[in-house]
């Protein structure tokens, strides 16, 4: 299941909440319970080794 971060327009508090892609939308604050925007977060990714290689 993906970890989806959120962060409330009203007290700025960041959140993330572990849920299934059907699942909806969180859309109120877990602490002030106003509205909420979903962030977008980077994947992580580690690259090892020397280099990129063409084959």
């Known amino acids: ?6 962060l409330c327009h009203s007290c700025q508090h960041r959140f993330e909440v572990r849920q299934k892609m059907s699942d ?8 002030c319970g106003k509205a909420v925007s979903k ?4 994947s992580a990714i580690k690259f090892k080794g020397s ?3 063409v084959t």
Request: charged share 10%; hydrophobic share 45%.
């Open 39 to 42: 962030l977008i977060s980077p």
């Open 1 to 6: 299941m993906p970890i989806y971060e959120y």
């Open 24 to 31: 909806a939308p969180v859309s109120a604050c877990v602490r």
């Open 51 to 53: 280099g990129w290689y």
